[in-house]
Structures are given as C-alpha cells and as structure tokens.
C-alpha cells in the first residue's frame, strides 16, 4: 500500500483543476488517477469552440481548454497514471486502481472524486422495434468522429436537444451527413440557445419538440425510424406516427453522474442530482472525501466545472492540513419552481460568500430568485428568463450567512 | 427591415431586435454592449468560427482538431469545409500551429497536440 | 474432405451436440448462417434451468428435462458458464391457481423432479421476501437453476472447436443434396461441405433445412417473448426463478436474477410471421411491465438497461421433435426446441447422438477428448493481489476498456482469439460482457471496434456489430 495526501479520481476538466488548486493550497504529493490514455476528459472529443469565456476570458475549443489545465498540471509536476482504472473506494479513503503495471492500493488522506458523467442508453428509454448497427449516443458519435476518424452515419435523426446532441448535429451536417430532425421529448430544449441557434437555425434542421422516437426499424443497420409526438404525461400518440428514413439515431437524451464508486463506499447521495451530498467546499457526507464536476451535478458549461473543482481542490487541501469546520452545517432545500439546490449543506462560518447552484423546473421569462433562511432573505437576484437546461449561479455573502439559523430555502416567482 | 434573434454571445441569449435603414443596424432587448454588436453583425455580415478535424498523414488513425483563428463569413462555412477535408498534415504538431494560411479568409489552427 | 457429421445450426443444441461427438473420433462441422454463434434463440431466452414438472408426463419433454438439469449443471461447471441453482417458485394467487400447483406437483413427481415442495405463501414469503403478500401458495423447485444461455454456447462450441470440430461461420445452407451416403451443403456464397451423417439444428429455420433435404413435415411455428433486463442494482430483488401459474387470461411472466447478476423481467408470447422477427412492440413491453409486479410489486422497472425479443422456434404437437429423417437416411432432426430446450440442451445433444448411431453412425471414443475449457472469466474472479500478478506477466488485463463492467483489453483480445473466434462487436460482448453494462457500450464501443481491427485486420470502417450489413461506420472523414 502507498501513501498519498490527496488521491483525485478522474482526470478531465474537474480533476485537473481539483489537483491544481489544491496544490496551491499547500499539498503537494497529490496524485491524478486518469482512464483516459491522456488527461482531458471529454473535452478532448469536444472540437467545437465555446468554453472558457467565463473562466479564461476567451473563447476555446474544448481541446485547448484542456490544454490550459494540463499545463498547470504538468508545470505543478503532479503525477498523473494515465489508463488507470479505479474499482474500489472504501470509506476510510483506500483507492483500488488498476493498470498496465498492476494493481495500486492507495492509502489517501484525503480523495476527490471528478469521474465524470455517461450518457442514458436506448436501453433506458426503453424504444421499441429492432436492434440494428447505427443507434448511438450521441458523445459515442463524437469520440468516433473526432477522435478516431469516422462517419458513423449520412441520413441521421437525433433524439433530444441536449447539447452534445445539438452540436453533433452541426458537426455531422459540416461533414455532409443530413440530418433530418432533432426531436425534444420535453415542450422546451434541453439545450444552450446558442447551441439551437449555430447547429440548428444555420443548416435548416427542423427541432420538433413534444416529439420521440416510437420504433427503431431495420434488421442490421438502421433504415428508419418512426417518430410520434406525445401527450402531456409524454405518452405517446400512435397516431401521430410518422415514418423518416435514416441510417443513424443519436441519442442526445441525458447525462447521468458516473457514482458508482460513490455509492459502493457507502456515500450518501441526492436522488435529484444523481450525485453526492456535499457542503459549500463540496465534501461529502463522508470525512474527507469531496466531489466535483460532472459527477456531483450534471453542469452545462465547463466554467462552472472548474469553479467547483477549485473549491473541491481548497477543501481537501484544508482537510488534509487538519482544518475542521466547528458549526453546524445548514441544510439547503429547493422552493418553489426550483428542482434542486447545491450544496444541500452550507456551514455558516463558511469562508467568504457562498455560491449556491440550482436548476429550475420549466421555462420562465423574467423571475426573482430568492434565498431565505428561516422569515431572514439572505440573498435575491432577478432573470431575464430561466431554463432547466441552463444552471443558475446565486451568490450569498459571508455576513448575511454568518447570521443565517434554519433551513436555507431557494425559489422563484415570475415578475411581468 | 426588422428581425428578431437570439443573442448567442453568452448563455443568458437575449432577445435582441434588430432594425436595418439605410444599411445601418439599431439593436434593442441587448444587455450588453455585445449584444448590440453580435445584433448588427448577424443581420449584416454573419460570421462563423468553423471547428473541424484534419487527417494526420504520418499517423494512423488519427485526427489533429483545427479551427478558424478567426470567423469566417457564415455564407462560405461548406467551403470551408471542402478546404479543410482536403487537408492532410504531419505532426508533430502543437496547439496554435497554423495548418493552412487561408480558409476563406482566416487561418487555421492545430487545437490540439499530435506527439 | 467429407465429415463424419456435419451439424447446421450452432445454437446451444448444435454446439452441445458438436460437443458430445467430440467425445468419439469422429470429424465435426458445424455451419451457422450467421458471423457468431448463438444469435437466434440460444441469445435471447429467459436462461432458466426448469426443475421438469412442467412438460406432460411420458412426453420428449418430460423425458429429458428432469434427466438433463444435472447434465447441464456439470456442463456449465466443467466449460465455466455461469449458473447458479438458485430454485424456482411458481406462485399461486386463488384457489383456483392453488389447484394448479397441485397438478403440476403430482406431474413433477412423475416426471422424477427431485425435493418439489409446496409451500404457503408465509413460508414462500420467509425464503423470498419480496414476493407479493396476495401470493397464497407456492411449487417451489429446488433443483432449478439459471445459467447464461449464450455463454453456455459459446463454451460447448468453444470447447468442440478445442476437441477438433470445425466451425463455419456466415454458411446460410441454400442446398441439400445426398449422393453415395453423402451429404452436399451448398451455402448461399455457394461454398460446400460435405458430410456423412447431417443434424438439423437450425432452429427457427429447422423445416426449411428439412424441406431443403427433400424431408418437408413439418412447420415451425415461431413466437416471440419480449424481456426487460434491469440493472445489477435490482439483480438481489429476488433470489429463486419466479413464476407465475399461467391463467386463462394469459402466461403470466417470469420474474429472475440471471447468471450474471442482472435481473430479467417477460416474456411475452406472440407467434410472428419469422423467427427473425426480433422488434421489442409498445404492447409487450406494456404487457411485461404489467404484469411483472403482480408477483414481484417491489421491482424497479425504471432501472431497465435494455429490453429484447427472442423468438422460440416452437412446433404444432407442441413437444420437442427429435428423430431421424424418414425420406433421408444419415439425417436427424431436432426442432421444436422451445421451452425447456435450454434445460435439456446435453440430454438432446445425447439423444440426437443416439439417434445417430441407430443410423449407422459408428462411435469410438476419443482418448484425446478433453471436455473442460478454460475459465475466459478468470481474471474478473481474481482478488487484488492474484489480479496484481496477473498483470506483472499479461499487462493488457492492466488496462480496463468497459468500465461498467470492469473488462479488461486483454479479456477482449483473448476473446477474439479463442474458440470461436468473435469477429464483431456482439460477439464480443456476448463473451466478456463488454457494453453489455450501464452504458451499453457508449463508451467501450469504439475501443471494442479498434481491438477487433488490430486482432483481426478486418479495416475498423468494415467493423459490424453482428454480422453482414451492420457496419458500425459508414467511412473515414
């Protein structure tokens, strides 16, 4: 068994800023357990440009995003094992992983975990009809494509209006592929409108929204597939059925937190995220274990991500140097229009202003969020509009929290 | 002549009106100065920046990802294209190298290392 | 060369077949239409080893179920499947259905099912207690089992293959011709094999192979059974096969672990225009879902990791047909092989091989017959530190490709290069459960078809996921 002060599992977009920031922290001997043959998560199959506007202040590709962590990383002399596997985490912080080397047991002070997110499968969503070549998801089409070289397909429908689906339909379309529709279960897209605006609006593809896949057809490769629209309670309607030839269905229908090591060291989740419990420096239930990125809430922008990782990074750092929080921590809960709020727990003698996170749970045009602890309004904030496929960011400042006793509430109401 | 977009510069996608006389673009509905530009831009001359991949010749199977280094007219995007599918290169390359001079007006970039 | 016996169809019955003619020194061929091994009903069924009450008494059925459960059981054991002998439980919710089970226990006594008992449904319920508090009685079947029916294929023809069987992979038979004791099988590429001695196996095509052989009696008559597979995480739910008393308002499904963990909800039964008739439909997986949690109200169906159809091949008497052809002397018929085909699969194999040799078939033994095959899920079964070994001398067990099911780059690779040889991205999944997980190969997927490319040199744009026509790519950028 080694020994190691913090053990990050994952090395994309969270676990590298993770690892950085806690190195600037003060920890040194932090170790980076990677899958991938290099670091960079998903980002490296995202070619498309769009991240870091927030957090860098430019516009990059996902790649040279990346590139800007790995960087750090490597200038910091963080050890990285690439194509490393972890399959075990127990609750007192021991780290199974494996590679071309052998098997490594870990003994850490302190873990993040940064795996990351996969994406719902047919399987899922239980599709009728025929098990052909040619269903993919639809970041499964991307790797093929812009990591290994391939088309996977011409005459393509898209099932769901998530971002990865969006910007596969460009990217197909660029390539000379047709796509034929991007249907939306949901009244309303799960994606960034610039997303429906340059992959959609530009090449002509029709978005149909209330609208699925009822039946996959053909008996190796896809030949077609028929789409309904559906009821309010998202049943289908036989008999709007409509048959479109194609040789290739992407799914674009959900991501979904990668926990399972999570939930085999016993780690209390949030049935809402699909991740794990945590406070404002994203520690879990469990001492010493944090969590970050994709695999605590599914984000949509990589910014944020890193944000997250940063504060992963600082907590375990702290934790590692022996810094316990005294208070009790209070719980954080979503009001009304508001699906999920996190952190669920914020200690009130947090270090400066606390970033509170959430999504809602429809469309709305202008709203005022507010952030009640107890009758005490700790923070509010207007929108222009708000949209479950976009995550809200409110801000709760360090006095008005040190004050704060009760449960902390977030929700909205509609302005005119 | 008036149209109605979507402000892609930032996630918060404002509703942006933009009316044209005599050439010259007026945005409303922008919440910041951007926004106002993007409006007018889009209505006059829309520009897109183009993210693809290029084949690496001396490697097997393997791809560099590039991009426009600046936007291009959104008009010449299939163009783009061809030139850039027609592209072979040899690595190694490093993220900012610039693979061609001249895709319809910009250079294209590596955006990411090929050992 | 001519073979002693050639065998058309490598489902489970003609790879258990092949199998057991290995035993003797004779020459083997076994000719499948498609790129693997058992990709018609052997693939999708429910892998439920039956106890045996079931079948009429005196019938084929009943004659080899009960007989044939130990005989599968060491198969497994010896070839590396995974079973379990986890029992079986038949629920009763009336008194009418309560009368059922007493039939189907006096048939089980009859038919030589060992330790039936009947259970009420307090005790039924202490044993598993997530079965429905409206059950009222239970046949419970200690001798049942389940096991993993497409692995179990794979191995009997794997381990024939070791033992000197020949397999033809892609030999859709378009021809049937006997001349001089010999038989001619002329595949649609028009290849030939020829043969002395010819097993119908094939399934849910067995009277057309028997129409072919100018031996035309009878029809196959295929129905397809709709299941839902569910996550590991619902795979404890229950620990016995459980069944429901079939109704005259329907069959009822079966509620199940599998082999490997999972747990498997259906079937349906529609009989359908051809056994390849392999779409799920909104009405059967409605049905299945319905119907599931009347024995079972705790299972999560919202944990499905997919859903399937298989199509049994059944025929009108409704039992299974085993004999030898009248009008072509040399060739032997085994079709009707639905439910318990799978229980019964050595006792047919055994059957068939006498029905053989009552046709002239000559059988000596094989001194060099060795019926154990390595264990292909030996590094998944090993600890930490025999793991740690392992890769000091194998380095590709070190590198996982499918992380939802924890396999390995070397697991893969072995499994493109032992018997039978998987040549596309199914049948490597079907032998290491690569993407057979939470992902269903999302992220495995690409890798999968990059190892098979460099293990076989077939080009990764020429990659299918089964055979044929279902390329994964349609080109390079």
Known sequence: ?416 | MKRNLTCIICPRGCSLEVTIENGSATVTGNACPKGAQYGADECTHPTRTVTSTVRVANRTDVMVSVKTATPIPKDKMAQAMRQIRALRVDAPIAIGDVLAEDVCGAKLVATCPIQ | MVYDVGIIGAGVVGGMTARELTRYRLSVCLLERENDVACGASKANSGIVHGGFDPEPGSCKAQLNAPGVPLLFEAARQLHVPYRKNGSMVCAFSAQEEAVLDELFERGKQNGVPDLELLSGDEARALEPNLSPAVTRVLRAPSAGIVCPYALTIAAVGNAMDNGAALKTNFEVTAIEKADDCFTVTSSDGETVRCRYLVNCAGGYADRIAALAGDDFFRVIPRAGEYLLLDKAEGARVSHTIFQVPTSAGKGVLVSPTADGNLLVGPTATEVETPDAKQTTPDGLRAVMQLAPKSVPSVALRQVITSFTGVRASTAGGDFLLQASEKAPGLVHAAGIDSPGLSCCVSIARRLVELLQGAGLVCADNPDFNGERPDTHAFRKMDDDARDAWIQSHPDYGRIVCRCETVSEGEIRAAIRQNPPARDVDAVKRRTRSGMGRCQGGFCGPYVMQLISEETGIPLAEITKNGKDSRMVVGRL
Do not use: W
């Open chain 1, 1 to 416: 068994m080694t020994e190691h002060e913090i053990v990050i599992i994952g090395g994309g977009p969270a676990g590298m800023a993770a690892a950085v920031a806690a190195y600037d922290r003060g920890v040194k001997d932090v170790v980076l357990l990677d899958r991938e043959a290099a670091p960079g998560g998903i980002l490296r199959q995202c070619i498309h440009n769009g991240f870091g506007l927030h957090k860098l202040g430019r516009e990059l590709t996902g790649p040279e995003y990346a590139d800007v962590y790995r960087r750090q990383v490597e200038e910091r002399g963080i050890r990285v094992y690439s194509e490393t596997m972890v399959t075990k985490l127990t609750p007192d912080r021991v780290v199974v992983a494996q590679n071309r080397s052998g098997v490594l047991r870990i003994q850490a002070k302190a873990v993040i975990l940064a795996m990351g997110c996969r994406e719902r499968s047919r399987g899922a969503l239980n599709i009728c009809g025929t098990r052909p070549a040619g269903v993919y998801s639809a970041g499964t089409a991307q790797k093929l494509m812009n990591c290994e070289g391939y088309l996977v397909g011409r005459r393509v429908v898209i099932l769901g209006s998530g971002d990865i689906g969006l910007i596969m339909a460009r990217r197909m379309s660029l390539e000379g592929a047709k796509v034929e529709a991007v249907c939306e279960l949901m009244p309303y897209s799960g994606g960034l409108t610039r997303n429906i605006v340059q992959c959609l609006e530009d090449f002509g593809i029709p978005l149909y929204l209330n609208t699925t896949v009822a039946e996959i057809h053909g008996a190796r490769r896809v030949e077609g597939v028929t789409v309904a629209q559906v009821d309010e309670n998202r049943n289908i309607r036989p008999e709007t059925g409509r048959y479109i030839p194609c040789d290739t269905l992407l799914l674009s229908v959900g991501l979904i937190p990668e926990n399972e090591l999570t939930r085999d060291a016993g780690i209390p989740m949030d049935p809402v995220t699909g991740g794990a419990l945590v406070d404002e420096m994203r520690q879990t239930a469990v001492p010493g274990i944090f969590a970050c990125g994709n695999v605590l809430q599914v984000h949509d922008l990589v910014d944020y991500v890193s944000d997250e990782a940063e504060l992963a990074g600082q907590g375990a750092a702290a934790y590692v140097q022996g810094m316990r929080r005294e208070s009790q921590p209070l719980q954080t809960a979503a009001g009304e229009g508001v699906r999920y709020v996190l952190p669920q727990r914020v200690h009130p003698d947090a270090d400066g202003d606390v970033s509170l996170f959430l999504r809602v749970k429809a469309p709305y045009g202008r709203v005022r969020f507010t952030v009640r602890a107890g009758d005490e309004v700790l923070a509010t904030a207007v929108r222009l509009r708000a949209a479950p496929g976009e995550m809200e960011k409110l801000t709760v400042k360090h006095d008005k929290l040190a004050q704060a006793a009760g449960e902390i509430t977030v929700s909205l109401e509609e302005l005119q």
